[in-house]
């Protein structure tokens, strides 16, 4: 079996010790290999190379991933769940190899003790997707840190911008998730959607659980948007527009619990302009059937269902978009 030292430099897969080839390639830790792995949610369809990486936590060879050397605008996204990680303004060149960020978006990436028993591996927080590990004290930047990503682990986002991107996150039910997705996402300022189920009782429920109305859950959608470009106050006004929220138990011929009306805040600030804008339309005349509801738990809903009109070109059958303010 061949030997590779490297004395060089610290990357994703190389400490300052001996790394056999094979392991390297195989996805092995200098320990064992995880075969299973017990925290990660599965989302998408990964081809080989990426479950190598991604759930077995491999490492790509330096210098051969996509977004190494790329430096356009953006957001850069997990391969499996689709969320928000980093954003290309704190990406920089490190010579290593492999992607570089000096800092992560709030509460997108988990710290765990690498099995190696030296590095700090990087980890999705929100499906435990393997990114690659974290290095203090390098002195690249005036972070300095240094989180070295597997450009496999990674989806690209391109969205232009000026200034810093204040990525804020947001979280509404009106009907099936479908037809809310589709006005959202194309709003400008509107960086990310995924589509999934909150509110209810049991834990990583399926669609079809949901469907079932027994579970508790409401029909949402996750909202990630820049708020330099649009606020929370006018996003919750264009929810309110998009969907009827004087019905009750349902979205036009869409009828049960999983088809309410809700918004779920994420702070007091949000729960008080959400408030403020049913208020507002109690005073014209509606009689207002949303629920304003603390954010718990969102699960995210099976492949097939993110993005779903825009994937099968096709528009909302119960959504459309009327002013009402």
Known sequence: MFILSILLFKGDGFVNNKITINNLISG????????????????????????????NKGTEL????????????GVYLCKNCGIPLFVSSDKFNSHCGWPSFDAALPNAIKDVPDVDGKRVEILCNYCGGHLGHVFYGEGFTSKNV????????????????KGEIDLQKAYFAGGCFWGIEYFLAEEKGVVVTRVGYMGGTKKNPTYKEVSKGDTGHYEAVEIFFNNSVIDYKNLAKLFFEIHNPTQL????PDIGP?????IFYVNEEQKKIAEELVNELEIKGYKIATKILRANEFWLAEEYHQQY?????KKPYCHHYEKRF
Do not use: H
């Open 28 to 55: 092995k830790s200098a320990s064992n290999q995880i075969k299973e792995r017990k925290n990660f949610m599965k989302y998408k369809d990964l081809t080989k190379e990426e479950e190598r990486v991604i759930i």
């Open 62 to 73: 330096p210098f051969t991933g996509k977004y190494w050397n790329f430096d356009k605008k």
């Open 146 to 161: 240094r989180y070295c990503v597997n450009s496999i682990s990674l989806d690209f986002k391109p969205i232009e911008y």
């Open 249 to 252: 138990n349902g979205q036009g």
């Open 258 to 262: 999983q088809y309410r009306s809700a």
């Open 309 to 313: 009109y825009m994937k099968n070109n």
